[in-house]
């Protein structure tokens, strides 16, 4: 089996013409890897080369990896040629099942023997995409979020004949790349950030329907409400320190009655003991000791970051 | 009437000794204003100053307004005295609709004829809040999102016996008092900002039950996903910029058909032709004309610039 250590991958592919295939191309090359795209047609190169000019700017403005250079880049319009020498393949082809499914048939066979191929797809399941792949055990999800190039995320899934050491390999060689990776627990429609952010939009739309809210409203609300803050503390950690000693248990203690309250359109679960538990133990996890007055300074600090950065970027800096 | 005029109100009264009211008091501090601060007991008087001195760190490396000092605050007990030679009363009494009815009534007499008084509440209608208050014209709500000193969102909506002239005010005078005020179409539960959140919310306890996330998965995948990119468009400006020229007709109109998919446990609404225009006519209007390659720019500056001031926050700087 040709699977290189995470630490040894040299080549990535980056399978897709589109926003996202550039957009992955510019992070594994600002990593500092050879990258090879793999486009449908030589023509689309000047677009693709003007996707990966902007995202440089912030590229070199957040630091580039020893060695990083758009030089590094080469293309093809010829698959087997686009993953022959790859050590990581990360496939952004259209999101149509069937057409991702005779990718993976072809993939299956052109990439090398144990390589990884991880898929951009938002919405499809691995298990579906992978049904015509003769070599499915190295076949993962791995989602990124717009713009590819600049949100860390990557949510990472197999399907049902996926092995766990090539989902295990995938979030390592994530991390390494630098990248935030999130190994998902089950194969669910949407993920876990799409399912966050498809809720708050249903009820975004709901409001505009219903006269309650512009779309306007609904942007000002979040930039100026919940967004500075979640950058540096997710809404469960948000609750947890804002109740200080008692953190997400007086959380849940105080406010579970409000779950039965009309705040959203969506129905909330029963707030069972069992959920209680894994809500309060996850969020001691996650803080590992730590005193929420830490972690109210840091996100203080980090909040007084995020407002003057986003007023420089409105001011044109 | 001795109602000033937003840009001559020169001291705030701000009623309660919770983080709430110690939060607005730092903030108005902060912007130039004298503050009267209202607590039950004195002895709460060191506990305040402490929430404060916290602030005080954030918003003084975000620019004090000229003359803004601590000094100038004094404390009260009296709720007479606190009030009397205000220009302007924020309310942030404990979250009871019988106590808050019963201040209101004491309020409607005590602050100087046509002075607004806006309540901090963040789940009760100002409609039941002012139903004992013999001036009820000119109380509001004016919801912060906590911590109150730094986000810097404000919803504002009157009662059925506010007057719009009384909503037209706090508006302007939060504006001159550097919040984003966001003046409500409609008193609904949870407002603007909290019912997003709470679907959000709703969602992420959902997967919490099911297994299919931790509470530390949610907040990797907030904090490294949407949250960066929200804190300088919010959903449906990232939408829009993120579908090129066609914006938000081309997001309703290709992924539309995704509102029926099982994305949330959210039911969404119904996409009727007036939802869809609603939504394209606002986020037109809310470009204003611009590129959507400018905003996407735009976009892209302010996610390195909130990223590195998270990184810089982590390591404690």
């Known amino acids: 089996m040709t699977r290189p250590s995470p630490e040894n991958v040299k080549r990535v592919a980056s399978l897709g013409g589109g926003p996202i295939g550039a957009g992955w191309a510019a992070h594994f090359l ?10 449908h047609s030589l023509d689309e190169e000047a677009k693709y080369r003007q996707v990966l000019d902007t995202a ?5 403005a957040l630091g580039l990896a020893p060695g990083a250079s758009r030089d590094r880049l080469s293309f093809t319009d010829d698959l087997a040629t686009a993953v022959k020498n790859a050590d990581f393949v990360q496939e952004c082809a259209p999101e149509r099942l069937d057409l991702k499914q005779a990718l993976y048939k072809k993939l299956g066979e052109l990439v090398p023997d144990g390589v ?3 898929s951009s797809t938002s919405g499809l399941m691995m298990t579906d995409i992978q049904a015509m792949c003769p070599s499915p055990e190295r076949t993962v999800v791995g989602h990124p979020f717009n713009p590819p190039y600049l949100l860390p995320l990557v949510e990472i899934i197999g399907g049902k004949r996926t092995t766990p050491d090539a989902v295990q390999w995938a979030h390592d060689f994530y991390a390494l790349a630098g990248k935030a990776p999130l190994v998902m627990k089950k194969e669910i429609p949407g993920f876990v950030a799409t ?8 009820e975004a739309l709901h409001m505009v329907a ?6 306007q409203d609904i942007d000002i609300a979040l930039m100026n409400g919940p967004a500075p803050r979640l950058a540096i503390q997710g809404q469960c950690m948000a609750f947890h320190v804002a109740c200080g000693a008692g953190g997400m248990a007086t959380n849940l203690d105080q406010f579970g009655p ?13 707030l069972t003991q069992e959920l209680r538990d894994r809500m309060v133990d996850g969020c001691n996890e996650a803080a590992a000791g730590r005193h929420f007055e830490d972690m109210a300074a840091e996100r203080d600090r980090a909040i007084v970051g995020v407002l003057k950065a986003v007023k420089a970027a409105r001011a044109g800096s």
């Open 258 to 270: 409000a779950l039965k309250l009309p705040w959203t359109r969506l129905e909330a679960p029963e």
């Open 56 to 60: 440089w700017i912030s590229l070199e």
């Open 116 to 118: 990884l191929i991880a």
């Open 195 to 202: 399912r966050l952010q498809e809720a708050l939009w249903r």
């Open 210 to 215: 219903n006269g309650e809210a512009t779309p």
């Open 30 to 39: 600002a990593r500092g890897y050879d990258v090879t795209a793999y486009i």
